[in-house]
């Protein structure tokens, strides 16, 4: 009878603790769509889809963002494993009214953990910089070169930034670790960053790196836990003294 105690102790002690999760996930699929756009942009148009637009009212001619997942075939990450999380382009052109100052792309991402899908949805913030395309006689660029550099060539490069909206999205818990989706950063010209310069007149692509990150939760604190399992065991000697004596 200790021994099954003992047992008991263990297993009310998992229960509360609960374990991470060791084997790889599986990224079935990631779509992406552009919400929540900040400042009025002059002819805006896309949002809720993987395609936003403004400026001039001639398409050809308009500014925008795409946002292209990874689809399928599946692959398999680890925790705090970097992953192509997808395409993403900025179709930069010299644009008339208002310019784009922020918007939120909602990524979906379909994983499975230990065999069981869970759809996460994470919120990631892009603030926009439309740079003035030409500076002030013997003035730089807003990124710090001048005119002549290749980036500024056509016009003084814009500049995108993004950033996690952790309130705004959703996790998966398993045990007591919570798992959430992340961007570490765009993939361009063979370097990580967490800003990008983009060409004006130009369509610039990056990837976007992707991560699944964890975050530990709180667990009972070793007295409450200690009452749980003391308690469990006092119900289970109860038990085997009153089959004992009938």
Known sequence: MKHTGLKLILCSSALFTGLAVASPLEIADVTGSWMNTGAPASSLTGEGTNTLKWGNAHP??????????????S??????????????????????????????????????????????ESVFQFDHWETVNTPAAGTYCANGESRSTSINHNGCA????????????????????????????????????EELWTKERATNTSLLSGIIRSKVLEVPEPSSLALVALSLLGLFSRRALKKRWH
């Open 60 to 73: 050809n001619w308009q500014s925008g963002y795409n946002f292209q997942g990874s689809a399928s075939p």
């Open 158 to 193: 814009d500049r995108v930034m993004f950033s996690l909206s952790r309130t705004n999205s959703t996790a998966y818990t398993v045990g007591n670790h919570e798992y959430y989706l992340d961007i570490t950063g765009f993939f361009h010209d063979g370097e990580l960053t």
């Open 75 to 120: 692959f398999f990450v680890n925790e705090g494993e970097q992953f192509v999380l997808g395409a993403f382009t900025h179709y930069n052109h010299p644009i008339g009214g208002a310019s784009l100052t922020s918007a939120e792309l909602i990524v979906s991402t379909m994983i499975k953990v230990n065999g069981v899908a869970q759809l996460l």
